[in-house]
Structure formats: structure tokens, C-alpha cells
């Protein structure tokens, strides 16, 4: 009992770490520390339990052979803790659906709807949480994301909420008395805003893909102020100081009120798929399918008229 008591968690994820990589460089890149912190861990390790647990070996370090041995259980031991951390994480949530999106779209779109899947959700209280890799969600504890990304995993369902266009809008100051808003020449001369592909969803068109689908170049397309939100690039372009590429979905309130107006129509604009994806196994995954199927019909009339 002793020995679980002062148990060396810290000692032996280094252990861990530097049997997987071979080099106490590559342990403390994935562990988040430092190369000698790695090596004293290892050492503390050695003089605790009274053996040899590593060895030099070219460039790199191996396990001796009762390190090897003891490895899959230390390994086992991991993974059952992370097991039973997610097991709690998940009790502490059983009362709540959790719903990943990026923030542009949750202000904008979906929290103004969630009284729509109020039946859906039943007694659960709604937790709405950046978005996430998809690949994160069971570890994450999120019961439904919505996201530009398609998914291959097995474990995950996915379903088609609707495609958005994603045009170029600027303030109308920036356009008046010009004769040529709907032409593509007038985003040659205009100062470009530009929004950070961040949370997995790095399929967003850039102007790049604009520029490309236009059949137009142009010089330091990349130069100008970037955001890490649409609602945020939102108020600098309503401000005056450039066009930005955005989802017409999460400009609209902003295009209804003429606070930006959309520019260079004579291009097609470009489209985007936003797609429900949710855990198919699971204690909620019957009520993601339902609550998906909610979202799916909410306000469907604007959403064809989106699609059309």
C-alpha cells in the first residue's frame, strides 16, 4: 500500500514517454517539459526502486530488459486512469448535451434556435463549447458537432445540415458612387480582411480560392489584418477597413440591417457544406440523432432559400 500511496505518476509517464520515442528529446517534446527534466525523473525512478531502467544506445536510449517487462503493465496502468477520467468526466455531464461549434455560428445561428429542440433535448440542460477535432469528441465529452469537416470514422454519424455561400461583402462606404460593386475588379483595389483557419476547420475558402475561382490574380493576396472570428472580422469590415470572404449565413443579419453589402456578384460565390456529426454509440446517441434531426428542420424555410 505503500507504494500506491507515493505513487511516481510524473516519474513514470517519463518512463512511458521515452520507451515509446527512443530519445529523452522527443519524451520531453511530447510530455511538455524539458529534455533534463525527463532525465531526472528517470534517475529519481532508478534510485527509488534500486534498478538500472534505461540505457545509452546510439543517439537515442532503450529500455533494459525488467523495464521491458514491467512496460505493458505501466501502459495498461494509463490507460485505465484515462479511462476512468473520462468515465467521470462524463457522470459530472449526464444532465448535460454538449454541442461543439465554432462561436460566429453559435451566436449567430444556432443559439437563437435551441428552443427549437427543446423536446429534443428532453430534461438536458444545453452546454455549448468551441469547436473540436472530430476525431476528440468521445474524449471530449461532446455529444454533437457541428462542423465544415467530413468524417470517416466509423464511430461517428454525420448528416448534411445545409450549404452556405461564401461571398465578399464590404461596407457601402467603401463603394459608393462606384459604377463597378458587382465586377471583380473592384477586390483588386480594396484592402483585404482575412479570417484564421483555426479549429479543424481549415476547409473554409480563403481569398485565395476566391481569387482562383475568379480567374484573377493579384499581389499580396495574403497581406492584410486577420481574426480569429467572423463576428469579429464582421465589425472591422462594417467599420471600413476592408472586404471580407465570409458565410453569407453569418453575415446575414449584418447584409439585412445594409451594414455590409455583398460586392463582386458577377463571380459565382463560393459554397461551404456545414455537416451534423455525432458519436454513434454512446448513452446520448439517440438523442444527438434527435436533436441533429431538430437542428436539420429548424428554420427551414430561410435555410432553402440559402441553398437556392
Not at 26 to 49: F, K, M, N, S, Y
Not at 209 to 238: C, E, M, S, Y
Not at 288 to 300: G, K, P, T, Y
Request: with cysteine.
Amino acid at each position: 500500500m505503500t507504494l500506491l500511496r507515493d505513487l511516481p505518476l510524473s516519474a513514470l509517464r517519463a518512463l512511458a514517454a521515452a520507451a515509446r520515442t527512443g530519445s529523452l528529446t522527443r519524451a520531453a517534446e511530447e510530455l511538455g517539459v524539458t529534455p533534463g527534466a525527463v532525465g531526472h525523473q528517470l534517475r529519481q525512478l532508478e534510485d527509488r526502486l534500486g534498478i538500472k531502467l534505461v540505457r545509452r544506445e546510439g543517439n537515442g536510449i532503450a529500455l533494459t530488459r525488467i523495464a521491458e517487462a514491467a512496460l505493458p503493465d505501466i501502459d495498461r496502468g494509463f490507460d485505465a486512469l484515462a479511462s476512468g477520467l473520462r468515465r467521470l468526466r462524463f457522470e459530472r455531464r449526464a444532465d448535460t448535451f454538449t454541442i461543439a461549434a465554432d462561436p460566429s455560428f453559435s451566436s449567430l445561428w444556432l443559439a437563437p434556435r435551441l428552443d427549437r429542440v427543446r423536446a429534443a433535448l428532453g430534461k438536458l440542460d444545453v452546454r455549448i463549447v468551441v469547436s473540436i477535432a472530430l476525431d476528440s469528441m468521445l474524449e471530449e465529452g461532446v455529444d454533437l458537432a457541428i462542423s465544415y469537416r467530413n468524417s470517416s470514422a466509423r464511430h461517428l454519424a454525420s448528416a448534411d445540415l445545409f450549404t452556405e455561400r461564401v461571398i465578399p461583402a464590404c461596407a457601402p462606404a467603401l463603394i459608393r458612387n462606384r459604377a463597378d460593386q458587382d465586377g471583380a475588379e473592384l477586390l483588386d483595389r480594396l484592402s483585404l480582411l482575412h479570417i484564421d483557419q483555426t479549429m479543424g476547420d481549415d476547409v473554409y475558402p480563403t481569398w485565395a480560392n476566391w481569387f482562383a475561382a475568379a480567374g484573377r490574380r493579384r499581389k499580396n493576396i495574403d497581406h492584410g489584418p486577420r481574426f480569429p472570428l467572423t463576428v469579429l472580422a464582421a465589425q472591422a469590415a462594417i467599420s471600413g477597413m476592408g472586404a471580407l470572404l465570409a458565410s453569407e449565413l453569418v453575415l446575414r443579419e449584418h447584409l439585412g440591417s445594409g451594414q455590409l453589402v455583398e460586392i463582386a456578384r458577377e463571380i459565382p460565390a463560393l459554397t461551404i457544406k456545414r455537416r451534423l456529426v455525432w458519436p454513434m454509440d454512446g448513452p446520448k446517441a439517440r438523442r444527438a440523432s434527435a436533436v441533429a434531426a431538430a437542428l436539420a428542420n429548424a428554420d427551414a424555410d430561410s435555410l432553402r432559400r440559402i441553398e437556392s
